[in-house]
């Protein structure tokens, strides 16, 4: 890969544009409307960026997964659009930048993308993305992969990020009862490297109450597959989770409960108090020689080989290839969304603005920049 690139955020704009009638022209009339309807069309991405959803549900059924408890079925089903419909939603998505250097685009946030029942259709998302829009990929999953299907990865994404979720090896059958075994899912972790893909641990949730040893035998096994990496994350818990986690007989709810800051309310979800947990495994992994990233957004920076400090979790990846670019198109590209904005300064990796007009489109406009410079944008 080259080095760093210079930017001219109204081109960057006008590409999208340009790309997104591409994609409506291989597409009915329905096929548009459906998919510019779809919430991949104005969805804001995450932290980890935008999410691309290849279901609706999912069969494994982890206790301490909030799907659920945002509506979505234990019973899955493909997602509604075509490869090429998804490519379009995404491309009319104002936040979401196109290319290499644009938006991260996270698969399984809400569902496994390598079910039985959606593992062609991820595959089909994947091969979409990567043929008309190019953004950096990144997968979690749990799934025992068979070996066409990494070799399938390999083709289509061959320097995306992939993460494999394990988080316990005691309570793996109380806690994850569709899911594979780990044993399962180390051994795909050891595949994985071996074809080359860049491959990271994803030990998120860090579940209070779990023995020092048993972080230490998951971060071993890890590292004894070839994995150099690992993403931490603590646990989100809501009043359904805590049911059902009473209801199994999880033996550390109370280590749980002991660190919620507040009492969840209906489906909202509530970060425990885990900053203690979290660099206790961070010891370990460092004394093992693993790679902590920061937050899962990092391992998909790295496997791209690209640089972001767009946030306090950075520096993230390689700095010098955070794009340069020229201040006057950031104010051109601001007029497109019907925005004013002042570039007051920049100062390092922080671009300080004043920006005018609409609210949700200041929104829009802050992902879109944020996603090509990979800076942190301050308000003024």
């Known amino acids: 890969m080259s080095g760093k690139c210079f930017l001219d955020l109204e081109e960057e704009y006008e590409r999208k544009l340009e790309l997104a009638e591409r994609l409506r022209s291989m597409l ?64 009319v998505n104002p936040a979401a930048a196109m290319g290499l250097n644009g938006t991260l685009l996270a698969f399984g946030s809400v569902t496994e993308p390598f079910m039985r029942e959606t593992r062609e259709r991820a595959f089909e998302y994947l091969s979409a993305v990567s043929k008309f829009l190019g953004n950096p990929i990144q997968l979690s999953t749990k799934a025992r992969l068979l070996s066409e299907d990494m070799a399938r990865l390999k083709e289509l994404v061959p320097r995306g990020s992939i993460l494999v979720t394990i988080v316990t090896l005691s309570f793996s059958r109380l806690l994850e009862p569709g899911a594979p075994t780990p044993e399962e899912r180390f051994e795909t972790l050891r595949e994985m490297v071996k074809l080359g893909l860049h491959v990271a641990l994803f030990l998120r949730p860090i579940l209070p109450g779990l023995a020092e040893s048993e972080f230490e035998e998951i971060l071993e096994a890890a590292k004894d597959a070839g994995v150099r990496g690992v993403v ?17 007989g999880y033996p550390h709810l109370d280590e749980i409960l002991s660190r919620v800051p507040r009492e969840p309310e209906g489906s909202a979800q509530v970060t ?14 460092r004394e093992l020689g693993l790679k902590v990233y920061p937050a899962a957004c990092s391992a998909s920076i790295d496997s791209h080989e690209l640089g972001c400090w767009a946030c306090a979790m950075g520096p993230c990846g390689d700095l010098s290839r955070v794009p340069s670019f020229d201040p006057d198109s950031l104010e051109r590209a601001a007029r497109r969304f019907g925005l004013r904005v002042e570039v007051l300064r920049e100062s390092g990796f922080k671009l300080f603005l004043g920006v005018k007009g609409d609210s949700r489109r200041r929104k829009y406009f802050l992902e879109f920049v944020k996603a090509l410079l990979k800076r942190r944008m301050v308000l003024r």
């Open 28 to 91: 009915s009339p329905e096929e548009a409307r459906e998919a510019e309807k779809d919430p991949h069309s104005f969805r804001l991405p995450r932290p980890c960026g935008l999410t691309v959803h290849t279901g609706v549900g999912c069969s494994f059924g982890c206790l301490y997964c909030y799907i659920r408890d945002m509506g979505f079925p234990s019973t899955p089903t493909p997602y509604p659009l075509t490869g090429a419909q998804l490519a379009y939603s995404i491309a």
């Open 272 to 285: 425990i108090r885990g900053a203690d947990l979290k660099e206790k495994v961070r010891e370990i992994a």
């Open 232 to 248: 931490l994350g603590s646990l989100r818990i809501t009043r359904g989770i805590i049911e059902r986690l009473r209801r199994a």
